[in-house]
Nanobody, 118 residues
Framework: QVQLVESGGGLVQPGGSLRLSCTAS????????MGWYRQAPGKQRELVATITSGGNANYADSVKGRFTISRDTAKNTVYLQMNSLKPEDTAVYYC????????????WGKGTLVTVSS
């Protein structure tokens, strides 16, 4: 079992920045990758960014060049630095961890709301 606790959401003006954090309840080399997904009202959940334990990052086209994902393995924490935020980035952001133990088990945080509005 892996618990994920997110923090860092809030209200920000267009063009502003926020940093999200997600801490896993345990350290495990089988937890790979970790990442962020988001779900806007009336839309399906979508991938934002993922990062492997080796530091390889993958981004949705819509956030490339604006968002940066990073991982501190010593703290079991993954971060999402979001710059140049747009109103269309408004969503609930969910942390995800994939536990690879022969099969892949998905764990999700409860989500943190990011609102981009003037």
């Amino acid at each position: 079992q892996v618990q994920l606790v997110e923090s860092g959401g809030g209200l920000v003006q267009p063009g502003g920045s926020l940093r999200l954090s997600c801490t896993a309840s345990r350290s495990d080399l089988s937890i790979n990758p970790m990442g962020w997904y988001r779900q806007a009202p009336g839309k399906q959940r979508e991938l934002v960014a993922t990062i492997t334990s080796g530091g390889n990052a993958n981004y949705a086209d819509s956030v490339k060049g604006r968002f940066t994902i990073s991982r501190d393995t010593a703290k079991n924490t993954v971060y999402l630095q979001m710059n140049s935020l747009k109103p269309e980035d408004t969503a609930v952001y969910y942390c995800n961890a994939k536990l690879q133990i022969g099969v892949v088990i998905d764990y999700w945080g409860k989500g943190t709301l990011v609102t981009v509005s003037s």
